[in-house]
Nanobody
Framework: QVQLVESGGGLVQPGGSLRLSCAAS????????MGWYRQSPGKQRELVAT???????NYADSVKGRFTISRDNAKNTMYLQMNSLKPEDTAVYYC??????????WGKGTLVTVSS
């Protein structure tokens, strides 16, 4: 069993920054991929960024150049540094971990609100 706990969400003004964290506990074996997804009211959940246990990253076009995903494998923790935030970045941000077998786990999410 794996548990994922997100933290770091909150209210920020447009142009501001936030850093999200996702702490994983349980049986975290490699190789795996961790990722951030987000869901706004009335919209489907969408990919924000992913990072493999080997450090390969992938970003949605909407966040490229503004968000940076990273992970500390020793701490089983993933991060999302979000800069130049826009109102359209407002969403619940979810953490996910997945293995090549197809098994995956999700966190409960953390709310990010970008508003003046």
């Amino acid at each position: 069993q794996v548990q994922l706990v997100e933290s770091g969400g909150g209210l920020v003004q447009p142009g501001g920054s936030l850093r999200l964290s996702c702490a994983a506990s349980g049986s975290i074996v490699s190789p795996n991929a961790m990722g951030w997804y987000r869901q706004s009211p009335g919209k489907q959940r969408e990919l924000v960024a992913t990072i493999t246990s080997g450090g390969i990253t992938n970003y949605a076009d909407s966040v490229k150049g503004r968000f940076t995903i990273s992970r500390d494998n020793a701490k089983n923790t993933m991060y999302l540094q979000m800069n130049s935030l826009k109102p359209e970045d407002t969403a619940v941000y979810y953490c996910r971990i997945a293995w090549p077998s197809g098994m995956d786990y999700w966190g409960k999410g953390t709310l990010v609100t970008v508003s003046s």
